[in-house]
């Protein structure tokens, strides 16, 4: 799934992953968000293609839409939000998806 002839990542996981490398450090978007921006597919297809092939791109700035950082990576996603000041809801492992959203479209 999301691979393509030659053994690398489909035209849609290069669309994601394209979307994913854009993202601003301190900013996030959501599985769905990446979906909708691209055109096609849903959250479970973007996670899908991060799960495969997210190791090269900056995983940590795609979130779930309630601002939870990936599963199974929380503290390493924690200490990457530290490190580019992203705004997270007081009091808790999550981003503060109003502030740190990102549209696909402003320079951050």
Do not use: C, K, N
């Not at 909708?36 to 996670?47: I, L, N, S, T």
């Not at 090269?56 to 309630?66: E, G, I, L, N, T």
């Amino acid at each position: 799934m999301f691979i393509d002839e030659e053994g690398g990542p489909d035209d849609y996981a290069e669309e994601v992953l394209a979307v994913v490398e854009r993202i601003p450090p301190g900013r996030v978007m959501s599985y769905g968000d990446i979906a909708e921006y691209v055109g096609q597919g849903g959250p479970r297809q973007v996670g899908a293609v991060m799960s495969a092939w997210g190791g090269a791109v900056p995983w940590w700035r795609v979130v779930r839409s309630d601002g939870r950082p990936p599963s199974g990576h929380e503290v390493r996603a924690l200490s990457h939000y530290a490190a580019e000041a992203t705004p997270m809801r007081p009091g808790s492992d999550r981003v503060d998806m109003r502030q740190a959203r990102w549209d696909g479209e402003s320079g951050g």
